[in-house]
């Protein structure tokens, strides 16, 4: 079952689920109404908010491949800021403002915001497992020949929140989770 505003809301109140949480959605940083991206709760998710580190692949790895299994560091540049320039076919990571603390019968979706597809980005879809906690690191990939444009402290994607109709046996905490209580931009880990 998808859940509303209202549950969303009395979960994140409840058990700390969405923090800091912005009731309703806010429209911020921008002047042109049409332009606003929203950030907050919606009628069935909430609208997760962009954090203002970033980083860019800065320089092309020896051999020309990149590792998941041993990533290096060292090819990306970290950038502050309330914006980003995402160079042409280009990819960065950044990650929420939010913390999420998943309840043990909850999964999520996270789901690109339109304006953004609309103007080439793509978002990483991923799910927030059951127990799972933490700042949702956000992967984001222009896939146009021109330099595309991003905002701090507006939405960025949508978790969407699902109910199982079970609790899991194995939740994300339970398993140990390479990705749990990450905070800030978390890059590839193999262990």
């Known amino acids: 079952m998808v859940l509303s505003d209202k549950t969303i809301i009395d979960l994140a109140?409840?058990?700390?689920?969405?923090?800091?949480?912005?009731?309703g959605q806010q429209y911020r940083g921008c002047n042109v109404e049409s332009d606003k991206l929203s950030s907050?709760?919606?009628?069935?998710?909430?609208?997760?908010?962009?954090g203002n580190t970033f980083k860019i692949f800065a320089r092309k790895p020896e051999g020309g491949i990149i590792d998941?299994?041993?990533?290096?560091?060292?090819?990306?540049?970290?950038?502050?800021?309330?914006?980003?320039?995402?160079?042409?076919?280009s990819f960065v990571l950044s990650h929420s403002v939010e913390f999420f603390k998943i309840p043990r019968d909850i999964i999520t979706i996270v789901l690109g915001k339109s304006t953004y597809a609309r103007c080439g980005l793509v978002v990483n879809l991923t799910a927030l497992e059951p127990e799972w906690e933490g700042q949702v690191t956000i992967e984001i990939s222009n896939t146009?020949?021109?330099?595309v444009k991003v905002y701090a402290g507006e939405g960025i994607a949508q978790v969407i929140f699902l109910r199982a109709e079970s609790i899991c046996d194995v939740s994300y905490a339970d398993k140990?989770?390479?990705y749990q209580n990450q905070t800030g931009v978390t890059l590839a880990r193999n262990q």
Do not use: H, W
């Open 68 to 89: 998941p299994k041993n990533f290096d560091p060292s090819f990306l540049e970290t950038i502050s800021g309330d914006v980003c320039i995402i160079p042409p076919n």
């Open 176 to 178: 140990k989770g390479k």
């Open 144 to 147: 146009t020949p021109t330099a």
């Open 40 to 50: 907050g709760v919606s009628s069935y998710g909430y609208d997760l908010t962009l």
């Open 13 to 23: 109140q409840r058990y700390d689920m969405i923090n800091p949480i912005v009731i």
